[in-house]
Structure formats: structure tokens, C-alpha cells
């Protein structure tokens, strides 16, 4: 069974899909941005280095050695985490478009607050 935040994503790939063969820049450029926003969110940090020496290999300085010791399994967001990084998307989207609106660039202001629009769907 998907969970509710699997749902999101693949309703927003969805919709990606629809919206590239609509030729709808506007909801493209949203919905693209909002997938990499949550793939961003979903990132580890990076732990502090290690004091002593670096694990190395032969070919290559301060790497890692052994099989799968670079990999780190990513976060794991609820639904609840999804929303609260959809929402900032539209927060700065209306901020960066008063921004536009403020020094005379009504079209891109308005451009942005279609893509708003766009992402302001999948808050219900």
C-alpha cells in the first residue's frame, strides 16, 4: 500500500507529465521545482569529518573505502513534511513575485503567481 506523502509525489509526477505535454511552462516550472524542493528536504547532513587520518583509497585521496561506506540513506518526510515545504514554495513565490511587482516587472510577478496558483492545488 502507498502512503499518503508516495500519493503526493506521484500525483505531482502526474501532473509534471500532463503539464510538459500541454506545453504549460508555468505548472512545469512549479511542479519541477517543488519535486527537487522535496528531494532537497530529504537530504542528510553531512556529518562532521573525523578526526585522524581519512579512510583512502590507492586511486583516489580521502575517499571512502568499502562497499557502500558513501552511502547514507535519505530522510524520510511525512506527509505533514511535504505540505510544510509546499508551503514555503508558495511563500517565496509570492514574495520573489511582490519582489517583481515592486521594481516593474508585472509580467514576471504575474508568471510567478500563476505557478503559485499551480502549487496551491495540492495543499487540500
Do not use: C, W
Not at 508551503?87 to 510567478?112: F, K, M, S, V
Request: glycine share 6%; charged share 30%; proline share 6%.
Amino acid at each position: 500500500m502507498t502512503s499518503d506523502p508516495d500519493r503526493l509525489r506521484a500525483r505531482l509526477r502526474a501532473d509534471l507529465t500532463t503539464a510538459m505535454k500541454a506545453r504549460d511552462k508555468e505548472a512545469v516550472a512549479a511542479l519541477r521545482s517543488v519535486l527537487a524542493s522535496f528531494d532537497n528536504a530529504e537530504a542528510v547532513p553531512v556529518p562532521a569529518p573525523a578526526t585522524g587520518p581519512p579512510a583512502s583509497s590507492e586511486y583516489v585521496a580521502g575517499t571512502s573505502v568499502g562497499l557502500g561506506s558513501a552511502e547514507v540513506a535519505r530522510r524520510e518526510l511525512t506527509l505533514d513534511d511535504l505540505r510544510t515545504v509546499l508551503r514555503a514554495q508558495i511563500d517565496e513565490g509570492l514574495a520573489e513575485a511582490d519582489t517583481y511587482a515592486a521594481h516593474g516587472r508585472p509580467d514576471d510577478a504575474d508568471r510567478l503567481r500563476r505557478q503559485v496558483d499551480v502549487l496551491r492545488t495540492y495543499l487540500g
